[in-house]
């Protein structure tokens, strides 16, 4: 464990999944496809709280014989939140399987999240874009895997008006990963992958629209920086400060937040970039850390305040600094 320290709207598919994969792959991903494109079909016609309450428990059935990822989340919790006892964590460790289940339930009746169950936020929210955008330069969009992080980006992209591009580990089936992209471009949410997809992160700024990524995935050594997160350094992408840097647009934090069985959003106070940024040096690389640094602080913030609806599945901590 690591020390603690001080236009039109078209779907797109981020990466080219599955393009060199052998024949018996592809079928087995198409049939894969097929039963879940079944069961999706099926889950669509139980109630929404019906479909949460059954998935729910299904997922902390799972979880109770998955001894791996228990111990990942457990771990971290541990690290997180050193003045926890054992059966503070057990709670959050169950809540954290059943989380899955409900975002499940959630992203299949997706559709239903309009009227009144907007989150109340939205109007607010709707706002805050609007000012930032104002000045031609796009919104920025820190956020995490919190709650129902994917709900979020579909609810945002309906109720904005304004297309919504997020960066996303594509799926291993390719299959659902373009039936995913699909869903989420019906709600004005546009998929980006890395690499390229930054030269279309700036496209998408400079025409007034929104660039959402989620920060709180460990990236491996030299593709990061080492910020602390919950005191401890993590190696955190400073993609999200280039951008900022490069396009003079604000870093806006928003996260999902369940209250209850309604969907919330905490908004937090847009990060400017720093004016007249080297192209290269160490003055840009401290400020690039310091961004990202600011940028990890908010989703910590978040994370504290519904600390059961992180993804604590993920081994956020996973690379160390040189020597430690």
């Given at each position: 464990?690591?020390?603690?320290?001080?236009?039109?709207?078209?779907?797109?598919?981020?990466?080219?999944?599955?393009?060199?994969?052998?024949?018996?792959?592809?079928?087995?991903?198409?049939?894969?496809?097929?039963?879940?494109?079944?069961?999706?079909?099926?889950?669509?016609?139980?109630?929404?709280?019906?479909?949460?309450?059954?998935?729910?428990?299904?997922?902390?059935?799972?979880?109770?014989?998955?001894?791996?990822?228990?111990?990942?989340?457990?771990?971290?919790?541990?690290?997180?939140?050193?003045?926890?006892?054992?059966?503070?964590?057990?709670?959050?460790?169950?809540?954290?399987?059943?989380?899955?289940?409900?975002?499940a339930a959630e992203v299949i009746h997706a559709d239903e999240f309009t009227g009144p169950r907007?989150?109340?936020?939205?109007?607010?929210?709707?706002?805050?874009?609007?000012?930032?955008?104002?000045?031609?330069?796009?919104?920025?969009?820190?956020?995490?895997?919190?709650?129902?992080?994917?709900?979020?980006?579909?609810?945002?992209?309906?109720?904005?008006?304004?297309?919504?591009?997020?960066?996303?580990?594509?799926?291993?089936?390719?299959?659902?990963?373009?039936?995913?992209?699909?869903?989420?471009?019906?709600?004005?949410?546009?998929?980006?992958?890395?690499?390229?997809?930054?030269?279309?992160?700036?496209?998408?700024?400079?025409?007034?629209?929104?660039?959402?990524?989620?920060?709180?995935?460990?990236?491996?050594?030299?593709?990061?920086?080492?910020?602390?997160?919950?005191?401890?350094?993590?190696?955190?992408?400073?993609?999200?400060?280039?951008?900022?840097?490069?396009?003079?647009?604000?870093?806006?934090?928003?996260?999902?937040?369940?209250?209850?069985?309604?969907?919330?959003?905490?908004?937090?106070?847009?990060?400017?970039?720093?004016?007249?940024?080297?192209?290269?040096?160490?003055?840009?690389?401290?400020?690039?850390?310091?961004?990202?640094?600011?940028?990890?602080?908010?989703?910590?913030?978040?994370?504290?305040?519904?600390?059961?609806?992180?993804?604590?599945?993920?081994?956020?901590?996973?690379?160390?600094?040189?020597?430690?």
């Open positions: 464990m690591p020390p603690r320290s001080g236009g039109e709207v078209v779907a797109r598919v981020p990466v080219k999944a599955g393009k060199n994969d052998p024949p018996w792959k592809t079928a087995a991903d198409a049939v894969v496809y097929l039963l879940l494109r079944l069961v999706w079909a099926l889950a669509r016609a139980v109630p929404l709280g019906a479909l949460r309450r059954g998935l729910e428990e299904i997922a902390a059935m799972i979880g109770r014989l998955d001894r791996r990822h228990r111990r990942v989340i457990d771990g971290n919790l541990s690290l997180a939140f050193p003045e926890w006892d054992e059966k503070r964590r057990e709670r959050a460790v169950t809540a954290a399987f059943r989380n899955w289940g409900r975002i907007m989150p109340a936020e939205m109007a607010e929210l709707r706002r805050e874009v609007e000012r930032l955008a104002a000045g031609g330069r796009g919104v920025l969009v820190v956020t995490a895997h919190l709650a129902n992080f994917e709900l979020l980006a579909r609810v945002c992209g309906r109720a904005t008006g304004r297309r919504i591009w997020v960066f996303h580990r594509p799926l291993k089936n390719r299959f659902a990963d373009r039936f995913l992209s699909r869903q989420r471009a019906a709600a004005n949410v546009m998929s980006l992958g890395r690499g390229l997809d930054v030269r279309e992160a700036l496209r998408a700024l400079e025409r007034g629209e929104v660039v959402a990524a989620p920060l709180d995935q460990n990236q491996p050594r030299g593709h990061g920086v080492f910020v602390d997160f919950f005191g401890v350094p993590a190696c955190t992408s400073t993609m999200l400060a280039r951008l900022s840097v490069a396009s003079g647009a604000a870093v806006l934090p928003v996260f999902a937040q369940w209250r209850g069985d309604a969907l919330g959003i905490m908004i937090g106070s847009a990060i400017e970039p720093p004016p007249g940024v080297a192209r290269r040096g160490a003055e840009r690389a401290t400020a690039l850390r310091d961004l990202t640094r600011r940028y990890t602080a908010e989703i910590e913030a978040a994370v504290r305040r519904s600390p059961e609806q992180w993804n604590w599945a993920h081994r956020r901590w996973k690379t160390r600094p040189e020597g430690e």
